[in-house]
């Protein structure tokens, strides 16, 4: 990325770009922003999907860097053929607490990017109420509990209108591994309601430590995950098989195997969906495995998928004994089905294992 003083070219013609700015102009009247654009487009085969962050210094409520993307919609004319929304439907805003600097640390711009060629490659949009596990801290190089991101509206920029079709502004909110667990386990719209006395406009502060370590929130948050459940409908493993035993005297029976890393969150998962009469799946590179509640227990195979129907016995036996530990049992609500626990290995990006749970 470089410093941009010139947004676009005089002569070109960018009605996506000038929806984005008519909104910022709203918000930051006369107020020139720094402008990072892209040294080579990715269309033309360039590294970095957005073609630029612009990035404003904010006093109040607290000082800090609201940083805008330009990409994620149509910004020239229109591709898709999607003619409600621009694009992808929003562009990402950051806002970072400033800790002094007199210019807006490039790391984040870089995080923006990461987040986008995900997008771009995936093809999967962020949403209010998303979240993301980064596997580490967001600023690469420093020693931070903020390795997650949460996602909400704006609370200043909100949504508009480009001609290429409606959009809104989303807010990426760094939070903790334990915030993160407990999002799970909740959902991201009641967690950020939560915190927001403690995070003025949803800011990123990397300094700050979990906000679980405040007894009273950690009730109040332990409270509406008993009242509300998850809204969690589908856990990714990287480890997720299925099998048939097979026995003449015994009956037919089946063995799910699962990473230790998900085992502990899927226990807290699934009775917060279960216990609220909402299935849960699980999805896995070559199997999917469904779990229903249901008053009776058993397992039903189709072609490409396990169903597991689970009464409020079974389903709190299995939330009891799945733990991050390698090992095997049968569960004694449901004879038919055995659960096998293996170990999760966390490697770096050369491919080195770094950590082995389980």
């Given at each position: 990325?470089?410093?941009?003083?010139?947004?676009?070219?005089?002569?070109?013609?960018?009605?996506?770009?000038?929806?984005?700015?008519?909104?910022?102009?709203?918000?930051?009247?006369?107020?020139?922003?720094?402008?990072?654009?892209?040294?080579?487009?990715?269309?033309?085969?360039?590294?970095?999907?957005?073609?630029?962050?612009?990035?404003?210094?904010?006093?109040?409520?607290?000082?800090?860097?609201?940083?805008?993307?330009?990409?994620?919609?149509?910004?020239?004319?229109?591709e898709s053929r999607n003619a409600e929304y621009s694009g992808f439907g929003f562009e990402l805003t950051l806002r970072l607490a400033r800790e002094g600097e007199?210019?807006?640390?490039?790391?984040?711009?870089?995080?923006?990017?990461?987040?986008?060629?995900?997008?771009?490659?995936?093809?999967?949009?962020?949403?209010?109420?998303?979240?993301?596990?980064?596997?580490?801290?967001?600023?690469?190089?420093?020693?931070?509990?903020?390795?997650?991101?949460?996602?909400?509206?704006?609370?200043?920029?909100?949504?508009?209108?480009?001609?290429?079709?409606?959009?809104?502004?989303?807010?990426?909110?760094?939070?903790?591994?334990?915030?993160?667990?407990?999002?799970?386990?909740?959902?991201?719209?009641?967690?950020?309601?939560?915190a927001k006395p403690r995070l003025p406009l949803y800011l990123t502060d990397l300094n700050r430590h979990s906000l679980l370590e405040e007894p009273d929130l950690r009730s109040a948050a332990e409270l509406g995950v008993r009242a509300e459940g998850s809204n969690t409908g589908s856990l990714y493993f990287?480890?997720?098989?299925?099998?048939?035993?097979?026995?003449?005297?015994?009956?037919?029976?089946?063995?799910?195997?699962?990473?230790?890393?998900?085992?502990?969150?899927?226990?807290?998962?699934?009775?917060?969906?279960?216990?609220?009469?909402?299935?849960?799946?699980?999805?896995?590179?070559?199997?999917?495995?469904?779990?229903?509640?249901?008053?009776?227990?058993?397992?039903?195979?189709?072609?490409?998928?396990?169903?597991?129907?689970?009464?409020?016995?079974?389903?709190?036996?299995?939330?009891?004994?799945?733990?991050?530990?390698?090992?095997?049992?049968?569960?004694?609500?449901?004879?038919?089905?055995?659960?096998?626990?293996?170990?999760?290995?966390?490697?770096?990006?050369?491919?080195?294992?770094?950590?082995?749970?389980?």
């Open positions: 990325m470089r410093e941009d003083e010139e947004l676009h070219g005089a002569g070109d013609t960018s009605p996506g770009w000038d929806a984005v700015d008519a909104s910022l102009n709203r918000l930051y009247a006369g107020v020139e922003p720094f402008h990072y654009g892209t040294m080579i487009s990715y269309r033309l085969g360039g590294p970095d999907p957005l073609e630029g962050v612009s990035v404003y210094a904010r006093e109040e409520p607290v000082p800090h860097w609201h940083y805008v993307t330009y990409g994620f919609t149509e910004l020239h004319e229109k007199e210019q807006p640390p490039v790391w984040a711009i870089n995080f923006l990017q990461n987040l986008a060629r995900y997008v771009f490659n995936s093809g999967n949009g962020f949403q209010p109420g998303h979240h993301l596990d980064a596997n580490g801290p967001i600023e690469a190089d420093r020693d931070t509990p903020i390795t997650a991101v949460a996602f909400v509206e704006d609370p200043e920029l909100g949504s508009a209108v480009s001609p290429f079709g409606r959009f809104r502004f989303v807010q990426a909110v760094g939070i903790t591994g334990d915030e993160l667990d407990l999002i799970k386990v909740w959902n991201t719209r009641s967690f950020l309601e939560l990287e480890s997720l098989v299925w099998e048939e035993r097979r026995s003449l005297l015994k009956g037919n029976s089946y063995v799910l195997e699962l990473g230790a890393k998900q085992a502990e969150s899927l226990a807290r998962i699934l009775m917060g969906r279960l216990m609220h009469n909402r299935d849960l799946t699980l999805i896995g590179p070559d199997a999917q495995v469904m779990m229903i509640p249901d008053l009776q227990n058993r397992v039903v195979e189709t072609e490409s998928d396990l169903h597991l129907y689970l009464n409020a016995d079974a389903a709190a036996e299995l939330s009891r004994r799945l733990l991050p530990k390698e090992g095997e049992f049968r569960l004694e609500t449901m004879k038919t089905l055995t659960i096998r626990i293996v170990k999760t290995l966390l490697r770096d990006p050369d491919g080195n294992v770094v950590e082995t749970i389980g």
